[in-house]
């Protein structure tokens, strides 16, 4: 099987040198956010017919998909992970989007947000990741949750992810 770190994190997937997650520069707006799960809850909002608030626990009983994916980052670095998450489209089929529906905009619990269009996040099957590299999703890379923007430079892969909004504003 895959060599293990003493971290639980896996260095290697399918022939595929994984990057190690705490490896990574920071570069968040305020610094790494530190998330208590017992207030934590994941929202879904805007352009839905059944806004949602789920636990964390709510968001794990989604279908759980795995997928290596090269994040690179606009400094010019970039990092391959083994991303282990639920499908953003599912959790947007679960609240209903309406038909005006377009624009997905992430909400992130230190006040950053970054959109992505739906028709992108159906097409790539753009994962909500809760783990990295077989290991509980740390703080540094959005512990409870990262956007896997797949494709996207790193600024549009949204860390500690709160709510999940449909716009019907294609900007």
């Known amino acids: 099987g895959p060599t293990t770190l003493n971290s639980g994190e896996v ?7 994984l990057t190690p997650s705490d490896s990574l520069p920071e ?15 994941l929202s879904v909002s805007g352009e ?10 709510d968001v794990l009983e989604f279908t759980h998909y795995e997928k290596l994916v090269t994040l690179h980052c606009v400094e010019g670095w970039e990092a391959d992970i083994l991303w282990e998450g639920v499908l953003i489209p599912e959790i947007l089929a679960e609240a209903g989007v309406n038909p005006e529906g377009v624009t997905v905009i992430f909400h992130a619990y230190d006040g950053y947000t970054t959109s992505l269009p739906l028709a992108t996040i159906e097409e790539k099957q753009i994962l909500l990741a ?4 077989k290991r509980r999703l740390p703080p540094e890379l959005g512990f409870p949750f ?3 923007a797949e494709d996207k ?7 500690w992810v709160t709510e999940i909004e449909v716009s019907a504003d294609a900007d």
Do not use: C, F, M
């Open 48 to 57: 839905v017919e059944n806004p949602l608030t789920l636990q964390y626990e």
């Open 130 to 133: 809760y783990q990295s590299n």
């Open 11 to 17: 260095t290697e997937y399918k022939g595929i040198s």
């Open 146 to 148: 990262i956007v896997v």
């Open 153 to 159: 430079l790193g600024y549009k892969w949204a860390r």
């Open 27 to 41: 570069n968040s707006i305020k610094g790494v956010q530190h998330i208590s799960l017992d207030q934590y809850t």
